[in-house]
């Protein structure tokens, strides 16, 4: 049995809903697949249970590509603020907790169902639990196989998203279509994703797990201040998720653990004002007591710091200023928030997300080789490159 439609959409995540509610209001007889039994799993699992859905600062200075302009076409059809129009149309109370990153007062839920609701005021069709099989493309058409049925349309959208949080139905689905259909896809990497270390530096990390600090981290020119947090497995929080989308393996990452403060000078000050106070005394003014106190263990420094030579003082304070890491790997998909890289943009046209090869075939969201910083960005990206082919398809 075949049934037909003028858009499928695969993929009932933020993008996929965005997308088959804007081709809905098109009058387009709109089905949406989805794989799991649940639909938009990542937005109800983001940011604790409330979902950091979008920043006001969000530009496509906020993302990695191959092509860092390609996420302006879509940026300036669909802005941040036509998402928080849609929010309080709907009337959900939002916060800015910081860095213009918004979040839900209540749930992350009122999203999911905000979607649902306009997916079902436009009589769009969402179908859970069905994988698709196979796609063949003959003439402008496509057929969709599935287990019990069979579906054609005109324009068939992928958005099933990367590699991140298989747990919750990640899968390379995007990625095989992509190879299918012959298009270029660059290396995927999980991003937003915590730094895992071995021998010594574990063994620091570890007996720190839970304690957090304002820090700045570095690599080359790239530098995000924000928290830091031990684990048991290395290092995480906000400043080291943000700086894994630039970390190949291979490469040291420099942590200032009190950007704040010169230690260097501080030190030397205090030498003369307080010789007779512990060393681990004074630098537990500027960061927690455990890691003042891990710091001078580590370094052999634990004698008043009257006592220390320059050599012992600048020691100190380069390993909490200029402390250099070899990370030895990260936490990998499980924990990844989102997948570096994906299909190529020079693949996809910017202002409408449609293949450039393919008419009829679209790609929008994770997928593509296009991903945000924390703080709402992806989702910005899914619900743009969602309208962007909403309107098109």
Same mark, same amino acid.
């Given at each position: 049995?075949?049934?037909?439609?003028?858009?499928?959409?695969?993929?009932? %995540?933020?993008?996929?809903?965005?997308?088959?509610?804007?081709? %809905? !209001?098109?009058?387009?007889?709109?089905?949406?697949?989805?794989?799991?039994?649940?639909?938009?799993?990542?937005?109800?699992?983001?940011?604790?249970?409330?979902?950091?859905?979008?920043?006001?600062?969000?530009?496509?200075?906020?993302?990695?590509?191959?092509?860092?302009?390609?996420?302006?076409?879509?940026?300036?059809?669909?802005?941040?603020?036509?998402?928080?129009?849609?929010?309080?149309?709907?009337?959900?109370?939002?916060?800015?907790?910081?860095?213009?990153?918004?979040?839900?007062?209540?749930?992350?839920?009122?999203?999911?169902?905000?979607?649902?609701?306009?997916?079902?005021?436009?009589?769009?069709?969402?179908?859970?639990?069905?994988?698709?099989?196979?796609? $063949?493309?003959?003439?402008?058409?496509?057929?969709? !196989?599935?287990?019990?049925?069979?579906?054609?349309?005109?324009?068939?959208?992928?958005?099933?998203?990367?590699?991140?949080?298989?747990?919750? %139905?990640?899968?390379?689905?995007?990625?095989?279509?992509?190879?299918?259909?012959?298009?270029?896809?660059?290396?995927?990497?999980?991003?937003?994703?915590?730094?895992?270390?071995?021998?010594?530096?574990?063994?620091?990390?570890?007996?720190?797990?839970?304690?957090?600090?304002?820090?700045?981290?570095?690599?080359?020119?790239?530098?995000?201040?924000?928290?830091?947090?031990?684990?048991?497995?290395?290092?995480? %929080?906000?400043?080291?998720?943000?700086?894994?989308?630039?970390?190949?393996?291979?490469?040291?990452?420099?942590?200032?653990?009190?950007?704040?403060?010169?230690?260097?000078?501080?030190?030397?000050?205090?030498?003369?004002?307080?010789?007779?106070?512990?060393?681990?005394?004074?630098?537990?003014?500027?960061?927690?007591?455990?890691?003042?106190?891990?710091?001078?263990?580590?370094?052999?420094?634990?004698? !008043?710091?009257?006592?220390?030579?320059?050599?012992?003082?600048?020691?100190?304070?380069?390993?909490?200023?200029?402390?250099?890491?070899?990370?030895?790997?990260?936490?990998?998909?499980?924990?990844?928030?989102?997948?570096?890289?994906?299909?190529?943009?020079?693949?996809?046209?910017?202002?409408?997300?449609?293949?450039?090869?393919?008419?009829?075939?679209?790609?929008?969201?994770? $997928?593509?080789? $296009?991903?945000?910083?924390?703080?709402?960005?992806?989702?910005?990206?899914?619900?743009?490159?969602?309208?962007?082919?909403?309107?098109?398809?």
């Amino acid at each position: 049995m075949q049934k037909n439609f003028d858009v499928i959409i695969i993929g009932a %995540g933020a993008a996929g809903l965005m997308c088959g509610i804007e081709a %809905g !209001k098109r009058n387009k007889k709109v089905l949406i697949i989805e794989h799991t039994s649940k639909i938009a799993e990542k937005i109800r699992i983001s940011g604790g249970g409330r979902c950091n859905f979008t920043n006001l600062y969000s530009n496509n200075e906020n993302f990695l590509s191959k092509n860092n302009h390609f996420c302006k076409s879509a940026f300036s059809k669909y802005t941040q603020n036509d998402f928080i129009n849609l929010f309080k149309k709907h009337k959900i109370d939002f916060h800015e907790k910081k860095l213009g990153q918004l979040f839900c007062n209540n749930s992350a839920k009122d999203i999911i169902e905000m979607l649902i609701n306009e997916c079902e005021m436009q009589n769009v069709k969402i179908k859970i639990d069905t994988k698709v099989k196979s796609i $063949v493309r003959k003439g402008n058409l496509y057929t969709l !196989k599935t287990a019990n049925e069979n579906f054609l349309c005109s324009s068939l959208v992928i958005a099933t998203g990367g590699l991140s949080i298989p747990k919750i %139905g990640a899968s390379d689905f995007g990625y095989k279509i992509a190879n299918q259909f012959d298009l270029k896809v660059t290396k995927l990497y999980p991003a937003l994703v915590p730094l895992t270390f071995q021998d010594n530096t574990l063994e620091f990390c570890k007996s720190l797990a839970g304690i957090s600090v304002e820090a700045t981290v570095k690599i080359n020119k790239t530098i995000f201040n924000e928290g830091l947090i031990f684990t048991h497995r290395g290092i995480s %929080g906000p400043s080291i998720l943000q700086i894994s989308s630039y970390w190949k393996p291979g490469n040291e990452i420099e942590v200032n653990l009190s950007p704040q403060n010169s230690m260097d000078e501080i030190l030397k000050e205090r030498r003369k004002k307080t010789p007779k106070q512990n060393i681990s005394n004074v630098i537990s003014d500027f960061l927690p007591n455990k890691l003042a106190l891990a710091i001078t263990n580590l370094l052999n420094t634990k004698q !008043k710091i009257g006592e220390a030579s320059n050599e012992t003082l600048n020691k100190i304070s380069d390993f909490i200023n200029k402390l250099r890491v070899l990370p030895t790997g990260t936490e990998g998909y499980k924990t990844a928030e989102v997948t570096l890289g994906g299909i190529d943009t020079s693949e996809i046209d910017s202002s409408t997300m449609e293949c450039k090869k393919y008419s009829g075939l679209y790609f929008i969201g994770e $997928v593509i080789d $296009v991903t945000g910083h924390l703080g709402g960005h992806n989702f910005q990206w899914a619900w743009s490159s969602g309208y962007a082919a909403g309107q098109n398809v």
